[in-house]
C-alpha cells in the first residue's frame, strides 16, 4: 500500500513539473520567442495570456515590448571645420520584429552593442560633416535688439543652413537605414549635450567677451554723446537764464536810478536852503567816496565847505 502511494506522489510530482513546464505566461509589457534547441520555432508571442510549449525541449525567451533607452558614451569629435567637441548622444528604440531580433541580435545587450556601433557613428559622421555653429544653434537668430548694438554683433551671428535638429533627424534617419533588417526602430535621437575641448572653449569665450566689450563700447559711446548734449543744452539754459537776470537787473536799477534822481530833483527844486543842503551832502559824498581815514587833507577857506559852514555862523 505504502510502494501505491509513494508512486502516485512520484507521478504526480513529475506530471507537475511536466504541467509547469508544458505552460506559460506572457505579460503585457512582453513579447515572447520560444526555441527549440536553439533555435526559433514558430512566430513570436505579442498577446499576453497563457500559452502552452513542449517542456524541457522548447525554451522561452522574452523581450521588452516596450520603448528603451540608449544612452551613448561621451566621444571627442573633430567638427567640419577642424574644431574638437565632445559630444554626449541619447536615443529611444523598441523591438518591432521580435524574430529577427532574436536571429540577429539574440538579446537586449548584444541590441545595445549593436546600437553603439550605429549611432557612435553616425553621430561621429554627422558631427565631422558640419560646422560648430550647425551643431550647438538649431535657427538663424534675430536678437531683438537696438539697429546699432545689431550692427556690432552681426559679424558673429554666422549664418546657419541645418541647424542642429535637422541634424539629429539625418543622425536618426541613417541610423534606422543601418538598422533595418535587426528588427528593432529608433525612434528618437538627441544630442544630450555638446561641450568644447579646453581651447575652443578658450576661443568661444575671447570671442563672447569681445562681443561684450564692443557693446559696452556702443553704449558708453551713446551715453558720452547724450552727455554731452545735456552738457550743452544746460550750459544754453544758464546762459539765456544769466541774460534775462541781466536785463531785469538793469531795468530795476534803471527804474530804481530814475526814481533817486527825480526824488532829488524834486527836494531840489523847494528852496534855496533845500538846494544848499542837498549840495552840502553830496559834497560830503564825495569827500567821503574819495578819502580814507589815513588821508589828511587841506583846504582854504574859499571852498564851499567853508562857505557852508560860514553861513552857518550868520
Request: glycine letters at 4%; proline letters at 2%.
Amino acid at each position: 500500500m505504502d510502494k501505491k502511494y509513494t508512486l502516485l506522489i512520484i507521478i504526480s510530482v513529475i506530471l507537475a513539473i511536466v504541467a509547469i513546464n508544458s505552460f506559460y505566461t506572457v505579460d503585457e509589457t512582453e513579447q515572447v520567442i520560444i526555441t527549440q534547441f536553439g533555435a526559433p520555432v514558430g512566430e513570436a508571442v505579442t498577446e499576453a495570456g497563457l500559452n502552452m510549449k513542449i517542456p524541457f525541449i522548447q525554451k522561452v525567451n522574452r523581450f521588452d515590448k516596450r520603448f528603451l533607452e540608449w544612452d551613448g558614451d561621451q566621444n571627442q569629435v573633430p567638427t567640419k571645420d577642424k574644431k574638437f567637441i565632445f559630444v554626449d548622444s541619447y536615443a529611444r528604440w523598441h523591438i518591432t520584429d521580435p524574430l529577427q531580433f532574436f536571429r540577429r541580435l539574440r538579446d537586449e545587450r548584444g541590441a545595445q552593442s549593436r546600437l553603439d556601433d550605429i549611432l557612435d557613428g553616425e553621430t561621429r559622421n554627422a558631427v565631422a560633416s558640419h560646422d560648430l555653429v550647425e551643431l550647438v544653434r538649431t535657427s538663424n537668430r534675430e536678437p531683438d535688439l537696438g539697429a546699432d548694438i545689431f550692427e556690432v554683433i552681426e559679424d558673429s551671428l554666422e549664418t546657419i543652413y541645418v541647424g542642429r535638429i535637422a541634424i539629429q533627424d539625418i543622425v536618426l534617419e541613417l541610423a534606422n537605414e543601418r538598422a533595418s533588417d535587426l528588427g528593432i526602430t529608433i525612434l528618437d535621437f538627441r544630442f544630450k549635450r555638446i561641450n568644447y575641448v579646453e581651447d575652443v572653449r578658450r576661443t568661444v569665450y575671447d570671442r563672447m567677451i569681445s562681443e561684450r566689450n564692443k557693446i559696452a563700447d556702443l553704449f558708453r559711446s551713446e551715453g558720452q554723446g547724450e552727455a554731452s548734449r545735456i552738457e550743452g543744452e544746460k550750459e544754453r539754459e544758464l546762459l539765456e537764464i544769466q541774460s534775462e537776470a541781466f536785463r531785469q537787473a538793469r531795468e530795476i536799477r534803471g527804474g530804481g536810478d530814475a526814481r533817486a534822481a527825480a526824488i532829488y530833483n524834486e527836494a531840489y527844486n523847494r528852496n534855496a536852503s533845500t538846494r544848499e543842503f542837498y549840495d552840502f551832502v553830496k559834497a560830503m559824498e564825495a569827500y567821503e567816496k574819495s578819502f580814507d581815514e589815513n588821508t589828511s587833507i587841506f583846504l582854504s577857506t574859499d571852498t564851499e565847505f567853508f562857505k557852508y559852514l560860514k553861513s552857518i555862523e550868520h
